[in-house]
C-alpha cells in the first residue's frame, strides 16, 4: 500500500485530495495543527481512514517526525495562509506559513529520506499584473500580494531542491478552484451562500468589492487529480492546471441569483473596504501542457460550478432550519 501524507488535509483541497488517494489505494496521512477547537468538518466523513499526526508548518521538529512516523512516498503540501487579503495583514505570518513553509518541509523529506516525491501547491496568484494573456508555465511571475510572492517564493525553492538535491519535487501552477467545501470567505462560496441565505429569508444585502476582476475558475475535485498525476509521472515538471475560459465577478453573481431566481441589483451593494489595495485584474491559464502531457482535463465548467456550491449552500441551509 502506497503511503502519502498531506499538509493542509483539512482544507478543501486536502479533504478532496484525501479522498482521492484513498480512492485509489493509498494509506493517508494528514497534517493537523493543534487547535483549541477541532477544525475538521471537511474530512468526517473520511476521518476513520486517514491517520492524523500533529504538526505546523512554523516546526521543522514536528515536520520530520511527521515524515519520520508516516514513511511516505509522497508528500502534497497543501498547508497555506491562503486568502488574498490577509496577506497585507499578516505579511510576515503569510511568508512564514505559504513562503518559509514549503522550505521547513523540504529540508525534513532530505533529512528524512530524498527519494519521497513532493508536491508543491502553487498558484496563479504569482501571475499578478499579468505579462501575458493566457498565462502558462513559461509566463514571467508579477505577484501583486505578500501572498503571490511567497506563493512565488515556494514555487522557486522547490525548483531549487529539485535542482540542488536531485529530488523529484514539482509544483503545479493552480487557477482558482472552487467547490461546495470553499471557504465563506472566498468570493465564489460568500456568493452562492448568500444567495442561499437570500433565498431562504435569512439575509438582505451582500457586499462586494471589485465586480470587474475575472477569474478562471475550475472545481477542486478535479484539480487535486492533477496533483496525484505530476507526482506519478517519470519525470518531475511544472504544471499550469486551468480550464482556459476566464469570467468576472459579476457573471459568478448572475449565474448565482438567477439558480435561485432572484434579481441581484436588489441586494448587492458594493463596498469600497473590499476592494484590495492591489488587484490582479485578469487571470486566464493555459493548461495545454498539462492535457498532453498528463492527459488531464476539467470536467465541470463554470456554470455547473456555480450551480453545484449554489444547491450545496441551499440544501444544507434548508436542512440546518
Ligand atoms: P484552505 O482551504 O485555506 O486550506 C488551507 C489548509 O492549510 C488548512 O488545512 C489549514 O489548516 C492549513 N494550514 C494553514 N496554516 C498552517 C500551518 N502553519 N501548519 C499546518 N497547516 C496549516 O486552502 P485550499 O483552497 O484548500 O488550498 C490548498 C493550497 O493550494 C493552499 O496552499 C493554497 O494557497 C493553494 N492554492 C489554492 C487555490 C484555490 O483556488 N483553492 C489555487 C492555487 C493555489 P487549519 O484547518 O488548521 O486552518
Ligand atoms: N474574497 C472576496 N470577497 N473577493 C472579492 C469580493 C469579496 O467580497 N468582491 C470581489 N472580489 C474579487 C477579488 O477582488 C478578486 O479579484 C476575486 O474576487 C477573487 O477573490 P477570491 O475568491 O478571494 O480569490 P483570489 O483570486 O484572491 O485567490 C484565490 O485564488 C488563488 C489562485 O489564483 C485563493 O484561493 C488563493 O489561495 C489562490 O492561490
Same mark, same amino acid.
Given at each position: 500500500m502506497k503511503r502519502a501524507l498531506v499538509t493542509g488535509i483539512t482544507g478543501q483541497d486536502g479533504s478532496y485530495l484525501a479522498e482521492f488517494l484513498l480512492a485509489k489505494g493509498y494509506e493517508v496521512f494528514g497534517l493537523v495543527r493543534r487547535s483549541s477547537t477541532e477544525s475538521f468538518e471537511r474530512i468526517q466523513h473520511i476521518r476513520d481512514r486517514v491517520t492524523l499526526l500533529q504538526g505546523d508548518l512554523l516546526d521543522e521538529n514536528s515536520l520530520i517526525s511527521a515524515l519520520a512516523d508516516s514513511r511516505p512516498a509522497e508528500v502534497y503540501n497543501l498547508? &497555506?495562509? $491562503?486568502?488574498?487579503?490577509?496577506?497585507?495583514?499578516? +505579511?510576515?505570518?503569510?511568508? *512564514? !506559513?505559504?513562503?518559509?513553509?514549503? @522550505?521547513?518541509?523540504?529540508?525534513?523529506?532530505?533529512?528524512?529520506?530524498?527519494?519521497?516525491?513532493?508536491?508543491?501547491?502553487?498558484?496563479?496568484?504569482?501571475?499578478?499584473?499579468?505579462?501575458?494573456?493566457?498565462?502558462?508555465?513559461?509566463?514571467?511571475?508579477?505577484?501583486?500580494?505578500?501572498?503571490?510572492?511567497?506563493?512565488?517564493?515556494?514555487?522557486?525553492?522547490?525548483?531549487?531542491?529539485?535542482?540542488?538535491?536531485?529530488?523529484? &519535487?514539482? $509544483?503545479?501552477?493552480?487557477?482558482?478552484?472552487?467547490? +461546495?467545501?470553499?471557504?465563506? *470567505? !472566498?468570493?465564489?462560496?460568500?456568493? @452562492?451562500?448568500?444567495?442561499?441565505?437570500?433565498?431562504?429569508?435569512?439575509q438582505k444585502e451582500l457586499r462586494l468589492g471589485n465586480l470587474d476582476a475575472r477569474r478562471d475558475w475550475g472545481f477542486a475535485g478535479d484539480y487535486v487529480e492533477a496533483m496525484w498525476k505530476m507526482l506519478n509521472q517519470a519525470e518531475p515538471i511544472d504544471y499550469v492546471i486551468s480550464t482556459g475560459k476566464s469570467h468576472q465577478v459579476r457573471d459568478l453573481v448572475r449565474i448565482a441569483f438567477g439558480r435561485v431566481g432572484i434579481d441581484p441589483e436588489k441586494h448587492v451593494t458594493i463596498d469600497p473596504s473590499l476592494v484590495r489595495p492591489a488587484e490582479v485584474d485578469l487571470l486566464m491559464g493555459d493548461s495545454s501542457l498539462a492535457r498532453s502531457r498528463l492527459g488531464w482535463e476539467p470536467r465541470v465548467d463554470f456554470e455547473a460550478l456555480v450551480n453545484m456550491m449554489v444547491d450545496a449552500d441551499l440544501a444544507a441551509i434548508g436542512a440546518a432550519r
Open positions: 498547508a &497555506a495562509q $491562503s486568502f488574498v487579503p490577509a496577506s497585507w495583514n499578516q +505579511p510576515v505570518l503569510t511568508g *512564514e !506559513f505559504t513562503a518559509l513553509g514549503a @522550505t521547513r518541509l523540504l529540508e525534513a523529506i532530505r533529512i528524512v529520506d530524498k527519494s519521497i516525491r513532493f508536491y508543491q501547491a502553487s498558484s496563479s496568484e504569482m501571475f499578478g499584473r499579468v505579462r501575458e494573456t493566457p498565462q502558462n508555465e513559461k509566463t514571467p511571475f508579477y505577484p501583486r500580494s505578500p501572498y503571490g510572492v511567497a506563493k512565488a517564493y515556494g514555487h522557486f525553492i522547490t525548483i531549487n531542491y529539485r535542482e540542488s538535491y536531485d529530488m523529484f &519535487a514539482v $509544483s503545479g501552477i493552480l487557477f482558482n478552484h472552487e467547490s +461546495p467545501r470553499r471557504g465563506l *470567505e !472566498f468570493v465564489s462560496r460568500k456568493v @452562492t451562500h448568500a444567495a442561499a441565505r437570500i433565498k431562504h429569508g435569512l
